[in-house]
């Protein structure tokens, strides 16, 4: 079969992944249907699925994240597909039993009942699990096996009362005897069929359980940078029905790759070091002047002199927002060299010591960093609260702060301070005071970019 | 082999090199065994005239599949191999102004000759192609490897946008537009060790290479030996696999993990001694554990254990 053949909903999936946040464009999705026209797409959903992690797929979680929603777009392509075929094929019935009935009306009337009774007992039947289905088999034949002895009996015991004419017995009583025997052995056989039947159920489970653990290991995904839809699963008993979509949010507000591109951005290039490389212009200009044969002018080489220095608060204010925190660290020491970076610690507000690590047991005292010239010529980052997260109105805070700032301010004056708290919150806390004496942002995407241009030098509205 | 109906390129993996075989700059050509999900991938890129960006593992054969590609197209391979200091536009060409400098100075001052002036006022005498320069004039499709572009600064991949998307651009000094005459079959490897940006990402396709299963090593192993025999073939891909399963459990994905070019030369040492000694060896202590493991930790994890 080729996929011109098949109506498949390609575009659905390409919805999907661009929603989950993949950076696709209308150009791949175009690029999809050029490869598919040629002779490339296979015959079959795996080369398909094949086919568009090569084109849009660029690195691992990618890959998890087009399998699963190539499976669910597949998954409930299929259905319809089965779905409308069986209705298609259930219009078809009542059609051929309408047009060819030729008795009067009430035939065709009850000809359809007839049909929507099977119907409906055909979607009862359908949606009851096949254990279910085993239970309520077993119990019909449990419950005949021990009418029809009942019930000859009665018959039996109603002819000797009433004196009809002799009509024999429906049944021979030996007749009835191996009827209830082989009755019986049918409904203790699926009785404890049902009973001790864990393989129907656990193959419907392990299948469950298989999509519950892709879609689990997913979840682990999301607290990653991509936009997940977060699923919620209810199930009865071993059967999971289908998940239902509650929302789609993204997780933490600034992803791995905006805070990466952020902190590329701070690159300050500066011409220094030994003279090595060719600089043509000043050559020219040299020979220009003198007129003569001159060796050539070497200057250095471009270097980038943007040292950053991050501040955050690890007081227990700050707990709720520890994995910004970390995403934080991690993705400036990716992008920023070790030498040009450095990362400390305060508790609460930056005053006397400054810790190198999280759990505060390397402490410096601030004016010996001060005396080292540790701010000077950097720029500043501070991550922190300011007091916001409790929402009181700390004066002490305040001062111990203000004093702080102070001094960096006259080693550097590139000096910028990211808060994770939304800004509505900071009203008539400690934060809308430090805010004025300080650009402060909040932690999203463009609170971050301003708090990188401030660090960058520039001017930001 | 190219398509007679289409007059397209398809690459199909199976043309080898004879052994003793030697290419254009006299290295020794060796066989290549792609999956077939690569060989379709590389199949895409070329119909769909866009770079495939691989990934993989040091040692998978990253690079090696250029070399393929080229040999069994039998189209010209143009290399590139990118360092740290590599800007873009080294690549495309490289004007040399300290030549012109000279060569006005001398004839500033009359030491040339005429045939030399002549020679000095034609610009292309000073310009000199890159391998990515040289692959779009050439006259037939060509096959580029940029190799490992993640060693080169974060911008580079970014100068290369507008030549990757339009196959030209222009040389600054002269006023040149170079425009490819066919645009050429791209390969760009990256280790994985810095991102690369998304404009970037977006031109390309892109392959993870998987190392290969059992039954591929024994073959890949059997098609560049072809006279060793199969058993000593099968327990050292047996054992090899074993070990490279007990490195992952330990490190973790991103440890460092024994690759195919590592097993090969692993195995060209093996092949080498008596059969049945070095099967004994094979079930116990792994012989020749140098090749393999390259930290003294790996050394005292796994020799240990091997008794």
């Given at each position: 079969?080729?996929?011109?053949?098949?109506?498949?909903?390609?575009?659905?999936?390409?919805?999907?992944?661009?929603?989950?946040?993949?950076?696709?464009?209308?150009?791949?999705?175009?690029?999809?249907?050029?490869?598919?026209?040629?002779?490339?797409?296979?015959?079959?959903?795996?080369?398909?699925?094949?086919?568009?992690?090569?084109?849009?797929?660029?690195?691992?979680?990618?890959?998890?994240?087009?399998?699963?929603?190539?499976?669910?777009?597949?998954?409930?392509?299929?259905?319809?597909?089965?779905?409308?075929?069986?209705?298609?094929?259930?219009?078809?019935?009542?059609?051929?039993?309408?047009?060819?009935?030729?008795?009067?009306?009430?035939?065709?009337?009850?000809?359809?009942?007839?049909?929507?009774?099977?119907?409906?007992?055909?979607?009862?039947?359908?949606?009851?699990?096949?254990?279910?289905?085993?239970?309520?088999?077993?119990?019909?034949?449990?419950?005949?096996?021990?009418?029809?002895?009942?019930?000859?009996?009665?018959?039996?015991?109603?002819?000797?009362?009433?004196?009809?004419?002799?009509?024999?017995?429906?049944?021979?009583?030996?007749?009835?005897?191996?009827?209830?025997?082989?009755?019986?052995?049918?409904?203790?056989?699926?009785?404890?069929?049902?009973?001790?039947?864990?393989?129907?159920?656990?193959?419907?489970?392990?299948?469950?359980?298989?999509?519950?653990?892709?879609?689990?290991?997913?979840?682990?995904?999301?607290?990653?940078?991509?936009?997940?839809?977060?699923?919620?699963?209810?199930?009865?008993?071993?059967?999971?029905?289908?998940?239902?979509?509650?929302?789609?949010?993204?997780?933490?507000?600034?992803?791995?790759?905006?805070?990466?591109?952020?902190?590329?951005?701070?690159?300050?290039?500066?011409?220094?070091?030994?003279?090595?490389?060719?600089?043509?212009?000043?050559?020219?200009?040299?020979?220009?002047?003198?007129?003569?044969?001159?060796?050539?002018?070497?200057?250095?080489?471009?270097?980038?002199?943007?040292?950053?220095?991050?501040?955050?608060?690890?007081?227990?204010?700050?707990?709720?927002?520890?994995?910004?925190?970390?995403?934080?660290?991690?993705?400036?020491?990716?992008?920023?060299?070790?030498?040009?970076?450095?990362?400390?610690?305060?508790?609460?507000?930056?005053?006397?010591?400054?810790?190198?690590?999280?759990?505060?047991?390397?402490?410096?005292?601030?004016?010996?960093?001060?005396?080292?010239?540790?701010?000077?010529?950097?720029?500043?980052?501070?991550?922190?609260?300011?007091?916001?997260?409790?929402?009181?109105?700390?004066?002490?805070?305040?001062?111990?702060?203000?004093?702080?700032?102070?001094?960096?301010?006259?080693?550097?004056?590139?000096?910028?301070?990211?808060?994770?708290?939304?800004?509505?919150?900071?009203?008539?806390?400690?934060?809308?005071?430090?805010?004025?004496?300080?650009?402060?942002?909040?932690?999203?995407?463009?609170?971050?970019?301003?708090?990188?241009?401030?660090?960058?030098?520039?001017?930001?509205? | 082999?190219?398509?007679?109906?289409?007059?397209?390129?398809?690459?199909?993996?199976?043309?080898?090199?004879?052994?003793?075989?030697?290419?254009?700059?006299?290295?020794?050509?060796l066989?290549?065994?792609?999956?077939?999900?690569?060989?379709?991938?590389?199949?895409?890129?070329?119909?769909?005239?866009?770079?495939?960006?691989?990934k993989g593992e040091p040692g998978c054969g990253k690079t090696r599949?250029?070399?393929?590609?080229?040999?069994?197209?039998?189209?010209?391979?143009?290399?590139?191999?990118?360092?740290?200091?590599?800007?873009?536009?080294?690549?495309?060409?490289?004007?040399?102004?300290?030549?012109?400098?000279?060569?006005?100075?001398?004839?500033?001052?009359?030491?040339?000759?005429?045939?030399?002036?002549?020679?000095?006022?034609?610009?292309?005498?000073?310009?000199?192609?890159?391998?990515?320069?040289?692959?779009?004039?050439?006259?037939?499709?060509?096959?580029?490897?940029?190799?490992e572009?993640?060693?080169?600064?974060?911008?580079?991949?970014?100068?290369?946008?507008?030549?990757?998307?339009?196959?030209?651009?222009?040389?600054?000094?002269?006023?040149?537009?170079?425009?490819?005459?066919?645009?050429?079959?791209?390969?760009?490897t990256?280790n994985d060790e810095?991102?690369?940006?998304?404009?970037?990402?977006?031109?390309?396709?892109?392959?993870y290479l998987d190392f290969p299963d059992q039954e591929r090593l024994e073959k890949i192993v059997l098609?560049i030996y072809?006279?060793t025999s199969?058993l000593l073939v099968k327990s050292a891909v047996t054992r090899f696999k074993k070990l490279r399963k007990e490195m992952q459990e330990d490190k973790g994905p991103l440890g460092k993990r024994i690759s195919t070019s590592e097993f090969l030369d692993w195995f060209d040492i093996l092949r080498r001694y008596p059969e049945d000694e070095i099967l004994s060896q094979l079930d116990g202590k792994i012989p020749f554990p140098g090749v393999l493991l390259k930290s003294w930790e790996d050394h005292c994890r796994y020799l240990s254990q091997g008794q």
């Amino acid at each position: 079969m080729h996929y011109e053949d098949l109506d498949l909903p390609l575009l659905e999936l390409f919805n999907r992944l661009q929603s989950s946040g993949m950076p696709l464009g209308i150009d791949e999705y175009i690029l999809l249907l050029q490869s598919l026209q040629s002779t490339y797409g296979g015959t079959d959903y795996e080369s398909l699925k094949r086919l568009c992690s090569t084109l849009w797929v660029k690195s691992k979680e990618e890959q998890r994240i087009l399998e699963y929603h190539f499976e669910e777009v597949v998954l409930n392509y299929r259905e319809d597909l089965s779905e409308h075929k069986e209705s298609l094929r259930q219009t078809n019935k009542e059609n051929l039993l309408s047009r060819n009935s030729k008795s009067g009306f009430p035939y065709r009337v009850f000809a359809g009942y007839l049909l929507k009774l099977e119907r409906f007992i055909s979607i009862v039947w359908n949606t009851l699990q096949s254990r279910k289905k085993i239970f309520i088999i077993s119990s019909i034949v449990l419950i005949l096996t021990l009418l029809i002895p009942v019930t000859y009996f009665l018959l039996q015991g109603t002819e000797d009362l009433t004196p009809s004419n002799s009509q024999d017995p429906q049944f021979t009583t030996s007749e009835v005897v191996v009827a209830t025997i082989i009755f019986g052995i049918v409904s203790i056989f699926l009785v404890v069929n049902t009973l001790s039947s864990p393989r129907e159920s656990t193959k419907d489970s392990t299948l469950a359980s298989e999509r519950y653990h892709r879609l689990y290991g997913l979840a682990n995904l999301s607290s990653d940078e991509i936009q997940l839809a977060y699923l919620v699963h209810s199930f009865e008993g071993n059967h999971f029905s289908k998940a239902r979509i509650t929302s789609t949010i993204e997780y933490l507000p600034v992803t791995r790759r905006q805070m990466k591109q952020g902190w590329r951005c701070l690159r300050q290039f500066v011409y220094e070091g030994p003279k090595t490389e060719l600089d043509i212009s000043s050559t020219i200009r040299h020979i220009n002047r003198s007129g003569l044969i001159v060796l050539p002018v070497l200057g250095s080489k471009k270097v980038n002199r943007a040292e950053l220095v991050i501040l955050i608060d690890c007081s227990n204010s700050m707990n709720p927002f520890y994995g910004l925190t970390c995403r934080l660290c991690e993705t400036a020491a990716h992008s920023i060299r070790l030498k040009n970076l450095e990362i400390r610690y305060f508790y609460n507000h930056p005053i006397d010591h400054l810790y190198k690590d999280e759990a505060q047991t390397d402490a410096e005292l601030i004016e010996d960093l001060l005396g080292k010239d540790f701010f000077r010529k950097r720029r500043i980052l501070i991550f922190s609260d300011a007091g916001s997260a409790r929402g009181r109105f700390n004066s002490v805070r305040i001062k111990c702060t203000e004093d702080f700032l102070r001094q960096v301010k006259r080693e550097t004056r590139l000096v910028s301070w990211l808060n994770p708290v939304p800004s509505y919150q900071w009203k008539g806390t400690t934060t809308e005071i430090i805010a004025k004496k300080i650009p402060m942002f909040e932690m999203d995407r463009k609170g971050f970019m301003n708090a990188i241009n401030i660090l960058r030098g520039k001017h930001v509205v | 082999m190219v398509d007679a109906l289409s007059g397209q390129l398809r690459y199909t993996g199976t043309k080898q090199p004879k052994p003793g075989e030697r290419d254009a700059n006299d290295q020794p050509l060796l066989p290549y065994l792609p999956s077939p999900e690569l060989v379709e991938a590389v199949n895409l890129a070329i119909m769909l005239e866009r770079p495939l960006l691989l990934k993989g593992e040091p040692g998978c054969g990253k690079t090696r599949l250029a070399h393929s590609v080229a040999y069994e197209l039998g189209l010209p391979l143009y290399c590139w191999y990118v360092k740290s200091t590599s800007q873009a536009r080294d690549g495309l060409y490289s004007y040399d102004t300290l030549g012109r400098l000279r060569d006005a100075q001398l004839a500033a001052s009359g030491m040339l000759k005429d045939k030399d002036i002549a020679r000095i006022n034609k610009p292309s005498t000073y310009i000199r192609l890159g391998p990515l320069g040289r692959a779009f004039l050439s006259k037939v499709r060509s096959v580029v490897l940029i190799d490992e572009i993640d060693k080169a600064d974060i911008d580079f991949p970014n100068d290369l946008l507008l030549e990757l998307d339009e196959s030209q651009f222009v040389i600054e000094e002269v006023g040149l537009l170079v425009k490819a005459v066919s645009s050429p079959i791209i390969f760009i490897t990256s280790n994985d060790e810095k991102d690369l940006p998304d404009a970037f990402l977006r031109r390309c396709l892109f392959h993870y290479l998987d190392f290969p299963d059992q039954e591929r090593l024994e073959k890949i192993v059997l098609s560049i030996y072809p006279s060793t025999s199969k058993l000593l073939v099968k327990s050292a891909v047996t054992r090899f696999k074993k070990l490279r399963k007990e490195m992952q459990e330990d490190k973790g994905p991103l440890g460092k993990r024994i690759s195919t070019s590592e097993f090969l030369d692993w195995f060209d040492i093996l092949r080498r001694y008596p059969e049945d000694e070095i099967l004994s060896q094979l079930d116990g202590k792994i012989p020749f554990p140098g090749v393999l493991l390259k930290s003294w930790e790996d050394h005292c994890r796994y020799l240990s254990q091997g008794q």
